[in-house]
């Protein structure tokens, strides 16, 4: 029977587990950080001499950890687009905007084990020769802001944070900004640029990698908060071990969180590729099956921008076929069914929902939240919101189906950011893979 | 000799060659960027070379990059990722194999760089007039166009609007869009000079990239979301710096129009001809719009020796007084031009060696002012010019508010310092050893010398444009024209010697002033002179040493000027 693997909140529910820092330390933490400034040069196999900071760095790429926040980057390769050293301060960002529709895990972290978090900011700061960093916090989690605020207060009263951090010469100081509640603060730039009290629009890249040209124009990392957690168990586990966790290339453990028609909707921690879409739905372990015995219409399985799947589905994965349910939770597999798993957020839809009206509610969170900066994204994601309303109004025309995808397909690699395949992508994927509901709607 | 060969020589430049629809063409590696910084040639500016236009909306090459339109996206083939080996990998032929950019999550789908932001890179192929292409530029021109009003009619940005020349090029007979469109503010009073219609904005940001930038006033913003995005100033403080109208000729729609212009004159009835700002001694480059004799406008030209692509607006708005009622037009003191100039000449041969001053305001041309100074030679008389210092910036308006100060001082009118022998004149008439005064467009009571001076004259000749204290005063009064009605050249305070153009015609009797003053000079000096402007600027390049240190003649002189050693 499936099962969780609980590594990032192994504690976090736990009746007894508070978020102060006394209980953190007392369940083994700041034992990692102190474990990180430890590490000590050593010689490379050219003879030259490899960094403390080096190593933990080489660790984090061996671990094969991948982004959390929705693109799947590898972590220890983002980190190497920074020189070092660099003759500018190099910043890191944890981006905590958790703005995806659907997705509820990095909150877990935040309002029950912030420690955690901020811990493994410290050594993601001290691999990356970062003093400044920031956690940028969605507006909505004002709470989530005071718990972090009090945990850093704590944190930079043991000596955690601040100067000469544990008698490692390394200083470091962290603040929080909150974000006032706009969905493309979640971008990586946009973030930057709201950071810089700016409004929140997506810088071009190239030049503006921020790697090289990040906040106040200086090398800036961005890494997700659960990203930042798993730095943590790398230095704890050892690079080696974490990499035995999930399978091959999909690295450690992920968050799921689970929502939508499900008995038991909630978040879940499995080993990445462990767990299939059909246990994290159907088993009691997770998702416990559909309500009042409907049944599946359609998963979308990483975040409301990636593409959705329709129940029934098969597909030819590496020579191997494969029922929508055996598809493995994790992110090369998700990729090759032609979507993505994103957020690790999955929103499963029954036979009882209008499925145009589902992408329709889609389509209007993604023309309202367009930054409106350029201009595929800017009126089309405006234009195909009017249209699915029309066709939701009883207004739909039998070219519908065509007309949504090709303005879809118009925006879609066309645009500043990836806001532009977040609101294409459903459209043509419920376009491609609902055809049927369509007609049914136009003929309604 | 090799030395002088030396000097001469600009830097070689360095080339790259890349492909453009097939052929190939070198292009410098570094092209100046908006500050004039060398950096990497785009790939916009590589076609540019090749011949071919990219369409773009919020690209400038004087503004920073936005690449926020898309409609620059252009296809493009690259080289493939470097092996283990370091190399690219080869076509059979031992060529770099270029493939083709295609979507990462769909490789049947071509991909587009915006032609703007993305620079050179070896090897690259610009499929710029492919399908692909084509393709791409349709879908952000409809894009552009779904919530447009078609208000073409009644747009003053109409025949010199890229959405309706992109249209025409790019665009489709018939929309598809069977939405309806989305509703913005119209005639929004964004300031005291610049109405905005939010409706036809395409949020292309190159107001505010100007305005923060370059005015360095942080005024113009965008305010709500997505296709809602409205330009606005923050909460109603008013888009009032002296640069507002530079919006009005970037914004490549009609979105930002000049109060002063919207609803006057269609563009394709203006009439185009070059000009300057007399505004200051900046010499902004003009082009004046006119029609049936009635100046509408005046815009910037480039000149990246003076003013760039801008110009402020106190200077754009300066020129309702050239059509303005009260121009003088009538020649006073003789029964006209014929009259006036036999009966001054003859008073002039008369008057004794030194009786005589001459103020030739720095509002003349070098060529009046040459003239003058020659009148004044043979007459050995005193001359200046009247200072007329204001306010200047830091950007393109000068506290020397005449526009030929440096002329005045290069052929000899006025000294280093402008108005220092005003007061020996105000005192010669005093005194009453000058009996003669000649004054060229300067209100000399407003400088030192007064009515009651003027009285005592035995011959006040007074040429100017508009009626002043010390026309009131004149014995004889000569009509001159404004720099519009004439061609000439000024001399602006870094030395740059530019000519304008005639773009109207003077009103009643007014004639350039170096056509009559040319008269003047022929019978007093007994020296025959050019009555061309060409001839007579050419004489004169010969004989002010600044001139002809540049070898100046009128044809050198082209549209942009020649800067000459201060």
């Known amino acids: ?444 | 000799m090799s030395e002088e060969t030396k000097t001469d020589e600009p830097p070689a430049i360095e080339t790259t060659t890349v492909k453009v629809d097939g052929r190939e063409i070198d292009v410098p590696k570094l092209t100046a960027d908006w500050q004039g910084n060398l950096v990497p040639t785009t790939v916009l500016q590589a076609c540019e070379h090749a011949g071919i236009e990219i369409p773009h909306y919020c690209y400038h090459p004087k503004l920073p990059v936005a690449g926020n339109c898309r409609m620059c996206l252009v296809h493009v083939g690259m080289p493939g990722r470097p092996g283990p080996d370091g190399k690219s990998p080869m076509n059979e032929d031992g060529t770099l194999k270029i493939d083709p950019m295609v979507l990462p999550y769909e490789r049947s789908t071509p991909k587009g760089v915006i032609g703007c932001a993305t620079n050179l890179v070896p090897g690259m192929e610009i499929y710029a007039s492919s399908p692909e292409t084509k393709e791409m530029r349709e879908a952000v021109l409809e894009s552009l166009l779904i919530n447009h009003p078609l208000d073409c009619t009644i747009c003053d940005q109409a025949g010199e609007c890229k959405l309706q020349e992109y249209s025409v090029e790019h665009g489709q007979a018939e929309s598809q869009f069977a939405e309806y469109k989305v509703h913005k503010p119209k005639a929004v009073d964004l300031g005291p000079r610049i109405m905005l219609d939010a409706e036809r904005c395409v949020l292309c940001t190159r107001c505010i990239r100007f305005s923060k930038d370059i005015a360095e006033d942080d005024a113009l913003g965008i305010v709500n979301r997505g296709s809602y995005n409205t330009i606005a100033t923050f909460l109603d403080t008013p888009f009032d710096n002296n640069y507002t109208l530079n919006t009005v000729d970037i914004c490549p729609v009609g979105a930002l129009t000049s109060k002063d212009f919207r609803f006057q004159m269609r563009v394709w009835f203006l009439k185009e001809t070059n000009s300057l700002c007399t505004g200051c001694g900046t010499g902004c480059n003009t082009v004046i719009g006119s029609r049936e004799n009635t100046m509408y406008r005046y815009e910037p030209r480039e000149n990246d020796a003076v003013n760039g692509p801008w110009m402020c607006d106190s200077g754009r708005l300066n020129y309702k007084w050239i059509g303005s009622e009260d121009r003088l037009s009538e020649v006073k003191g003789a029964s006209g031009w014929a009259t006036a100039i036999t009966k001054i000449s003859s008073k002039l041969e008369k008057a004794p060696s030194g009786s005589v001053a001459v103020i030739g305001g720095a509002r003349q041309t070098n060529e009046e002012l040459y003239l003058l100074k020659k009148l004044a030679n043979k007459l050995e008389a005193i001359t200046d010019s009247s200072p007329r210092m204001g306010e200047g910036d830091h950007l393109l308006s000068c506290p020397d508010k005449n526009p030929n100060s440096t002329g005045s001082r290069l052929i000899g009118i006025a000294g280093e310092e402008l108005g220092s022998q005003l007061k020996h004149i105000a005192s010669g008439i005093e005194t009453g050893t000058i009996k003669t005064l000649i004054v060229f467009g300067d209100d000399v009571t407003k400088t030192g010398i007064s009515e009651a001076l003027l009285d005592k004259l035995d011959l006040l000749v007074v040429s100017d444009i508009l009626p002043n204290a010390t026309t009131a005063k004149a014995h004889y009064l000569l009509p001159g024209c404004a720099h519009a009605e004439k061609r000439g050249t000024f001399t602006n305070t870094k030395g740059r010697v530019q000519k304008f153009m005639k773009a109207l015609e003077a009103p009643g009797d007014a004639r350039p002033e170096w056509e009559f003053l040319h008269e003047l000079v022929e019978n007093t000096t007994g020296q025959n002179g050019f009555s061309t402007i060409e001839g007579l600027f050419n004489q004169m390049a010969g004989e002010v040493e600044a001139f002809k240190a540049k070898e100046l003649t009128w044809a050198k002189l082209g549209d942009t000027g020649v800067t000459v050693e201060l």
């Not at chain 1, 094969?64 to 920074?82: D, E, I, P, Q, Y």
């Not at chain 1, 969180?257 to 978040?267: A, F, N, R, T």
């Not at chain 1, 998700?334 to 690790?344: D, V």
């Open chain 1, 1 to 444: 029977m499936p099962q969780e693997h609980k590594l990032l909140l192994k504690y976090a529910d736990a009746p007894d587990y508070s978020k102060d820092l006394e209980c953190y330390e007392r369940h083994g933490g700041y034992q990692a950080l102190r474990q990180a400034l430890d590490i000590k040069a050593s010689t490379g196999a050219d003879g030259n001499e490899v960094t403390a900071q080096a190593q933990l760095r080489k660790s984090v790429l061996d671990s094969g950890l991948r982004g959390r926040g929705g693109a799947g980057f590898s972590c220890g390769l983002k980190w190497s687009f920074v020189r070092h050293p660099n003759p500018k301060p190099v910043y890191l960002i944890c981006n905590a905007d958790e703005s995806e529709p659907g997705t509820f895990k990095d909150k877990q972290i935040i309002y029950k084990d912030p420690h955690q978090l901020i811990e493994g900011m410290i050594i993601a700061c001290w691999a990356n020769h970062v003093n400044l960093a920031y956690i940028y916090i969605r507006g909505e989690f004002t709470e989530g802001a005071k718990i972090l605020n009090t945990a850093l207060a704590e944190a930079r009263a043991k000596g955690y944070l601040g100067k000469d951090i544990l008698g490692s010469g390394h200083d470091l100081e962290i603040h929080i900004h909150r974000g006032a509640g706009a969905y493309i603060c979640g971008e990586e730039t946009g973030l930057i640029e709201s950071l810089e009290g700016k409004r929140a629009y997506p810088r071009i890249k190239p030049p503006y990698f921020p790697a090289a040209l990040g906040l106040y124009m200086c090398p800036t990392i961005v890494n997700n908060v659960e990203t930042l957690c798993n730095v943590k168990h790398i230095v704890e586990m050892g690079a080696e071990a974490f990499a035995k966790l999930g399978t091959p290339n999909n690295t450690g453990t992920r968050l799921v969180s689970l929502s939508g028609d499900v008995k038991q909707p909630g978040y879940f921690e499995i080993e990445t590729g462990k767990v299939t879409l059909g246990e994290l739905i159907n088993d009691p372990n997770f998702g416990g099956g559909l309500r009042n015995g409907n049944q599946l219409q359609a998963i979308i399985p990483g975040g409301s921008s990636s593409k959705v799947l329709r129940a029934g589905e098969t597909f030819k994965v590496d020579e191997k076929q494969m029922d929508l349910l055996d598809v493995p939770y994790d992110f090369d597999t998700l990729m090759k069914i032609g979507t993505m798993s994103g957020s690790g957020a999955i929103i499963v839809i029954d036979d009882s929902r209008d499925i145009i009206e589902c992408l329709a509610n889609l389509a209007e969170f993604y023309a309202h939240e367009s930054c409106g900066q350029c201009t595929p994204c800017r009126e089309g994601s405006l234009w195909m919101n009017k249209a699915l309303h029309r066709l939701t109004h009883g207004e739909g025309r039998a070219e519908d189906p065509e007309y949504l995808k090709h303005i879809a397909h118009n925006i879609q690699g066309r645009t500043i950011c990836a806001f532009g395949e977040a609101c294409a992508w459903p459209v043509l994927s419920f376009v491609d893979k609902f055809k049927d509901k369509f007609e049914e709607k136009v003929s309604a």
